[in-house]
C-alpha cells in the first residue's frame, strides 16, 4: 500500500512539474504581450476584445505597470506639453500664396483620453489637430494682407489664431498651453513662396 502511495505521488508531482514548466514557458514567451507599462507623464488604455463588462475600453490608468490578457490592446498618451512643427499653405486677403510655419502646443486632458482613443485613436495629431490648426491658419490670414502680416498685424493674427483654434477645445479631450503663454504657444515664421 505504501508503494502504490509513493508511486502515485511520483506521477501526481511529475505531472505538476510538467504543468510549472509549461506555466512559465508560457509567461517567458507572452511576457511582452501581458506585462505593459505606463511611463511617467502618460495615461494608458486597455482595450478588450472580450469585453467582461458592458465597456470594451478601460481608463485612464495610471502610471506603472499592468497585466493585461495577451489579446487585449493596450494604448499610451503622453500627457505632457508637445509641440509639433507644421507647414501651411495659406492665401492672404490680396490673392499672394505663401507658406507659414506654425509650432502647436498642446496638452491632453488625462480623463479624456479614453474618449480620444475611441473617437480618433492613436494618430489624433494627424486627424485632429493638424487640420484643425490648418483650417483656422487659412480662415484667419485670408482677412489680411500680406503686408498687414508682415507687419504690425502679426500679434493679432496669432491671437486671433489662438483663440479660433482653442475654441472647443475641452469637448475633444485637447487643451492649449494656459493662457499667460500665448504668444509662447503660437510662434510662428512666415514664409513667402
Request: glycine share 4%; aromatic share 10%; net charge positive.
Amino acid at each position: 500500500m505504501n508503494a502504490k502511495l509513493r508511486h502515485k505521488l511520483r506521477r501526481l508531482t511529475a505531472g505538476l512539474i510538467f504543468v510549472l514548466l509549461i506555466f512559465i514557458f508560457l509567461v517567458i514567451v507572452l511576457w511582452d504581450a501581458i506585462v505593459k507599462t505606463t511611463p511617467v507623464g502618460h495615461a494608458s488604455v486597455l482595450w478588450h476584445r472580450f469585453p467582461v463588462s458592458a465597456e470594451n475600453s478601460v481608463g485612464p490608468l495610471r502610471e506603472g505597470v499592468h497585466f493585461i490578457q495577451p489579446w487585449d490592446q493596450f494604448y499610451t498618451y503622453d500627457l505632457r506639453l508637445q509641440t509639433r512643427d507644421h507647414d501651411f499653405q495659406v492665401v492672404s486677403k490680396d490673392g499672394l500664396h505663401f507658406n507659414i510655419s506654425l509650432t502647436i502646443r498642446w496638452l491632453l486632458f488625462r480623463e479624456k483620453v479614453v474618449l480620444l482613443n475611441q473617437t480618433m485613436g492613436p494618430d489624433y495629431v494627424n486627424k485632429l489637430l493638424v487640420p484643425k490648426v490648418g483650417w483656422a491658419a487659412r480662415r484667419v490670414v485670408a482677412r489680411y494682407s500680406a503686408e498687414a502680416l508682415f507687419t504690425e498685424k502679426r500679434t493679432e493674427v496669432q491671437e486671433l489664431l489662438y483663440e479660433m483654434i482653442t475654441s472647443g477645445s475641452p469637448e475633444n479631450g485637447i487643451a492649449a498651453e494656459p493662457r499667460a503663454n500665448v504668444t509662447r504657444m503660437m510662434s510662428s515664421s512666415w514664409l513667402m513662396s
